[in-house]
């Protein structure tokens, strides 16, 4: 059995001191955005009850899906990389990094720098996609973050990627792996155009032909549970709250556990994948168990 936990979009706050030139252009927007009302739906009291729940449950794992800082200001990154720490050993905590990550283009690598160690392969490969194999559990990290224009949000992968992400879930599959993907940017579902998965299609071709188990994502800040076509069986594509969403907000903070198991040599479907999503209803103020349901087996 290998239990999993899968948060996302943090928005660790509050915001550090900026000078005027680094507020410049997409920032401002982004600063204005968090004044206005941001900065009260992102609470650190939030964030620390869905911290507090994971470390109760001791999970095998914990995955995070992007949207650590806010807007790539230098000083977010290294207050991002110790909270990462509070989660676990890198070894022990996979990240990919969301759009707000590389809000802009020069600090974009600035996620890689500080957070590299929770980005790295088994094999040290320091590039995307990653593949950390825990047992029979491969996590597959690919980055859809790249700088956009003002009032965008889109994420891309791009060609070099995808024929990567192609071949690792491939070899994957012939050995056997619960292959699970990790990405910021859901490739399926609806959701506005200016925040989309530019080359959501091809992922979703890359999907169908060479399969995995299990996708999780960010992003939408909702709980979200979609399917995409594989080889065999449709893929379950499932998303989370943010994490640090406050009790008043439309979808309060929430975090998933799967528990994965090996539904046998004799099981038309070979692993066994359970959700229970956990999380604040709305107004309240204790995590709790929202929902169970069997994915897979």
Known sequence: MFTLAHLSDPHLGPLPPARRRELAGKRLLGWLNWQRGRARRHTADTLRLIEADIARHQPDHVAVTGDLVNLALAAEFAPAAAWLGGL?????VSVVPGNHDAYVARTAGLARLHWG????????????PFVRRRGAVALVGVSSAVPSAPFLATGRLGPQQIEALAEALD????E???????????????FDFQKRLIDGQAVRAVLARTGAELVLHGHTHVPARHAVSGPRRPIPVIGVPSASAGPVSAHPAGWNRFVITDGGAAAQVPWRIELERRGLRHGG?????????????
Request: net charge negative; charged share 25%.
């Open 285 to 297: 103020a204790v995590i709790e168990t929202l929902e169970r349901t069997v994915l897979a087996g």
């Open 171 to 174: 070899a994957l599959g012939r």
């Open 117 to 128: 160690d929770h980005m790295t392969g088994d094999r040290g490969e320091a590039g995307f």
């Open 88 to 92: 676990g050993r890198p070894d022990d």
């Open 176 to 190: 056997g792996a619960c292959r699970i993907l990790l990405i910021h940017h859901p490739p399926v579902g609806r």
